[in-house]
């Protein structure tokens, strides 16, 4: 005969069998971390170090490795996340389920409401992360739901350093409320505590991983508390589109620039129906090769860059098409385009030479979002091959899923057919392409 184990409801009381380091309930040790806390730059935070009893800990890390962890790629982030921490059986998790319980049982509450001086409840909010080389997560600020304070339990092996990378980056503000430089880092430890106080600018993020044969392992969390009153959100400036007169205002005849092959009628057939049938087509050897080498040198040794952001939204170097470039926010390109594709354009243009050196990106957020549909242009200026394990390539996706993607090409056009509400971004390139960087030319 056999019988159904029954499975213990996850506990969030304070357990006999506390992993704390009990050094730290000394009134004198909560004292110096909070006024640790307190002083910390560019926002509150402590870095608390041998938080829990080390053997312990270990133990908990033995069972970390035996769960399932899933790929979590996007705009922000690479890393792999456990299943919920809170739902596992206690069973066969013993250690795991008594970190939990420390976590988030009196004496470990009783000391970060001392040092925070926030009112934070028991209620858990914790999963194991694992970054591994080319993982990172991006600049953002953890604003969700109730979270009052959010936590990085590192598991990391003993002789992480700084050089290995994953650093907890925390970045100081503009007079706008946008996160602005990296003012604060903080190399993860093994068997640290790093945590701060979630507000309006508590922008952060984690640097890639650069080690080949460490693995960053922590257990990130939130404390829960009462909900805090935040101010809107900072809003970008409207992107301004101008007429392609002003853009442009020298004529360009198209056949002495670009490919003879795209003004054949079987081209343009072709074009259209990749455009109708898949959203997107790349049109290779696009301009004539005296051409593209004058657009090139233009664009890399004749531009001014400026570094674009605030590094929540965007991290690149932009540049002004002038010069030879202007000819890509030209009626006249327009018109071939608008030809090609078989769609009218507005005689408005928004266009810009782009740099994606190591360490740069685009996010997702509402200020790109457009509410009708267009044609985005993207002409790529990278001789050398680029490896796909560097990043930097563009992700299209609507509500439902990703549809597109553009790698850095050489004097190569592609066109991407966008409805309203469409999404792009630039995947962050990683430190690997080290002198390398995706340069071109975007227009919209």
């Not at 970390?64 to 299943?83: A, I, M």
């Not at 009783?110 to 914790?126: E, F, H, L, N, Y």
């Not at 992107?239 to 003879?260: F, L, T």
């Amino acid at each position: 005969m056999s019988a159904n184990r029954k499975r213990k409801a996850p506990s969030t009381g304070q357990s006999s069998a506390s992993m704390l380091n009990h050094e730290l309930l000394a009134p004198e040790k909560s004292s110096a971390l909070k006024s640790s806390f307190e002083r910390g730059k560019p926002f509150r935070h402590v870095h608390i170090p041998n938080l829990m009893d080390p053997d312990a800990l270990q133990r908990v890390r033995e069972e970390l490795v035996k769960l399932d962890f899933f790929p979590r790629v996007n705009d922000l982030n690479t890393f792999f996340q456990s299943q919920d921490l809170k739902a596992l059986d206690e069973d066969e998790f013993p250690a795991i389920a008594q970190l939990r319980r420390t976590l988030y049982g009196d004496d470990m509450l009783d000391i970060m409401r001392k040092i925070t001086g926030i009112d934070v409840d028991s209620t858990p909010d914790m999963a194991a992360l694992v970054f591994r080389d080319r993982g990172h997560l991006l600049c953002h600020d953890d604003e969700i739901d109730q979270r009052r304070i959010a936590y990085i339990l590192y598991l990391v092996p003993d002789d992480w350093e700084e050089a290995d990378g994953g650093l907890l980056e925390l970045f100081a503000t503009d007079k706008e409320n946008n996160p602005s430089t990296v003012a604060t880092r903080l190399v993860p430890a093994w068997n640290s505590l790093a945590c701060f106080a979630v507000t309006e600018d508590s922008y952060h993020q984690v640097s890639e991983v650069t080690s080949t044969d460490k693995v960053r392992l922590s257990i990130s969390g939130w404390f829960h508390g009462p909900p805090l009153k935040r101010e809107p959100p900072a809003l970008d400036p409207p992107r301004i589109y101008i007429p392609m007169e002003e853009a442009a205002p020298d004529s360009y005849d198209v056949k002495a620039w670009i490919n003879p092959i795209y003004f054949t009628q079987a081209k343009r057939s072709e074009v259209r129906r990749d455009l109708e049938e898949g959203g997107a087509k790349e049109m290779v050897d696009f301009l004539l090769e005296e051409k593209y080498k004058l657009i090139k040198t233009a664009l890399i040794e004749g531009s001014s860059w400026e570094q674009v952001g605030p590094p929540n939204k965007r991290h690149y170097e932009r540049s002004h098409l002038c010069g030879p470039c202007a000819f890509f926010a030209s009626k006249d390109f327009a018109a071939f385009l608008s030809e090609m594709c078989g769609f009218e354009f507005t005689g408005e243009a928004y266009g810009e030479g782009r740099k994606f050196g190591t360490r740069a990106y685009t996010l997702v957020h509402d200020g790109e979002k457009r509410e009708e549909t267009f044609v985005d242009a993207v002409f790529g200026c990278n001789d050398e091959p680029w490896d796909e394990d560097w990043g930097g390539q563009t992700v299209y996706h609507d509500d439902e899923e990703e549809f597109g993607t553009i790698w850095p090409l050489r004097n190569a056009l592609t066109l991407v057919l966008c409805d309203a509400g469409t999404m792009r971004y630039v995947k962050y390139v990683s430190q690997r392409a080290a002198r390398h960087a995706r340069t071109d030319i975007s227009v919209e």
